[in-house]
């Protein structure tokens, strides 16, 4: 017999564990399931997808995508390695830092869920070519400000850039895998973020020290660290034109009526896979267009009326959209993940934001990483030197491990176990935290920490991904990107407010809430090789 889902119906989503335990029948009925497959008039997009066959077309894509990813990632952090020379140049007080170090999360809570939507109404490539142009552009444009307010506001508009592209890149990407390798190919793309970790930080290193560079004058400076950042914007400029050249997400065609396109990008992936074949030898003629599909292809076809009537009805589609993500048979699904994101990003961002401090506190304090420092140590909060370089190069390195780890482990394991098991180890090693007397065991714990919890952030982007229908997936991650930069924020809120009075009570915080992840994450639905909905 044939065993497929009929697109929409999500009851299968809300049985945790239990499909889980049939791994081995489902593979027995897939196989007996597409004996006839070559002879069947019209074809599911599974189907298609499977037929096309998994090859070049799929590494070139990941590359393409992989490298916004890590376009995304320098445009993100190139702000902290330049921190130290903008506050001299402009004069910043401890406030205007903060806030400078802020704006681009700020920008992305706006961007994640403003692009995300947009990419279910208007398309995944659409989105991303303006997003990561805009990503590129103001970061580009903030360059050549002056002065602070407007170098802000720039930093601000990338942001929303940044935050746009991240969840529609997963969205897209996610709709040309073939299910079996699915769950490798999205945790593959987490890869390109530390490379562009990597990527910041040797940027920073070559360029920024180098302070003879440039054009000085008395009414306009052009110095290193502006280059530095004209240079990080090139990323996010050769990531827009590479999705302008591919095409639209297949899956995203036919969920919007348009079979004869989706069926033609199929057939050019096929050709791409089996390059001594032949347009002809793609056998599938015929797509199975979904109930969701007919009928949003009809909503469309009204919106077309006049311009007006079709902003009223994209913006009714994404309010729409955001409701169904709180309601049955999402909401529970939605809840948890939601809860395990925002635990994850206040853990996080949290500590990895603070892990300097609580370098210089076991360095200049003499004790562990909680020690109180005596009013009579100062603090040296201007170093400069090549250590701070050399220990991001530490720290983003050791974060590939674990998401090889995953990328290898993530269609055999399954998705629940390697998201369960990383939260409550990244949880138990907090702890930690508080034996630590030495630089090298604090830079050893962050490795530690960072190398774990990576393997979280990569499997989350998968069951994001799986977990709702086409019509709802980007609008969805766009939410998760949302709620991951809410959970950032109070995460270095709590963190400042608590680190001088009680060091206690943001490490106890992050352990607690990992490990709540880790509980709940049992209550996530299996999407282990299911098909898209």
Request: glycine letters at 8%.
């Amino acid at each position: 017999m044939e065993h497929k889902y009929q697109e929409g119906d999500v009851r299968h989503l809300l049985q945790s564990s239990e499909s889980s335990n049939d791994d081995s029948d489902s593979e027995t009925r897939e196989r007996y399931g597409t004996v006839n497959i070559q002879n069947k008039e019209s074809h599911t997009f599974e189907e298609a997808i499977d037929a096309a066959g998994f090859g070049l077309y799929h590494y070139m894509l990941l590359c393409v995508c992989g490298w916004a990813n890590a376009s995304d990632a320098v445009e993100m952090l190139c702000v902290s390695f330049l921190m130290p020379q903008a506050k001299t140049d402009m004069h910043l007080t401890g406030l205007e830092e903060g806030w400078l170090s802020a704006t681009i999360f700020v920008g992305m809570m706006v961007g994640s869920y403003f692009w995300g939507a947009l990419g279910d109404v208007r398309g995944r490539k659409a989105v991303l070519v303006y997003s990561l142009f805009m990503n590129g552009f103001f970061g580009l444009a903030s360059s050549f400000m002056q002065s602070y307010v407007p170098f802000l506001f720039m930093r601000f508009l990338s942001g929303i850039g940044v935050g746009g592209s991240m969840p529609v890149i997963f969205a897209y990407f996610c709709e040309f895998q073939p299910k079996k390798r699915r769950g490798a190919m999205l945790t593959a793309i987490s890869m390109f973020w530390i490379l562009g970790n990597v990527i910041t930080a040797g940027l920073a290193w070559i360029i920024i020290p180098r302070t003879h560079l440039g054009y000085f004058s008395e009414h306009f400076t052009f110095n290193s660290w502006r280059i530095f950042v004209v240079v990080c914007t090139l990323p996010s400029f050769t990531s827009s034109l590479s999705f302008a050249i591919l095409p639209e997400s297949p899956k995203f065609l036919l969920e919007n009526g348009q079979e004869t396109q989706a069926l033609n990008v199929l057939r050019s992936v096929f050709l791409v896979n089996n390059r001594k074949k032949k347009k002809t030898d793609y056998f599938v003629k015929i797509l199975q267009p979904s109930q969701q599909a007919r009928k949003r292809s009809a909503r469309i076809a009204l919106s077309q009326v006049s311009f007006f009537t079709k902003i009223k009805n994209n913006f009714l589609f994404v309010i729409s959209s955001t409701k169904q993500l709180f309601l049955s048979p999402y909401l529970l699904v939605t809840l948890n993940l939601l809860g395990i994101i925002f635990s994850l990003a206040f853990g996080y961002y949290g500590l990895w934001l603070w892990f300097p401090e609580l370098f210089l506190r076991v360095e200049q304090s003499g004790g562990s990483a909680c020690s109180e420092l005596s009013p009579n140590v100062t603090i040296n909060t201007n170093n400069t030197d090549n250590s701070v370089y050399r220990d991001a190069f530490i720290t983003a390195a050791a974060n590939v491990p674990g998401n090889l780890f995953a990328t290898l482990t993530v269609d055999k394991l399954g998705r629940k176990v390697l998201l369960c098991g990383s939260l409550l180890i990244s949880g138990a090693s907090v702890f930690f935290i508080w034996f630590l007397n030495t630089k090298i065991e604090v830079l050893a714990m962050s490795c530690i920490f960072g190398g774990v919890s990576v393997i979280s952030w990569a499997v989350l982007n998968v069951v994001g991904a799986e977990s709702y229908p086409t019509n709802m997936r980007s609008t969805a991650l766009g939410v998760q990107s949302l709620t991951n930069r809410i959970g950032a924020v109070v995460g270095n809120v709590i963190f400042g407010v608590f680190i001088d009075l009680h060091c206690a009570v943001p490490i106890l915080s992050v352990a607690i809430l990992l490990a709540f992840a880790g509980i709940i994450t049992l209550r996530l639905p299996n999407t282990k090789k299911t098909d898209l909905l």
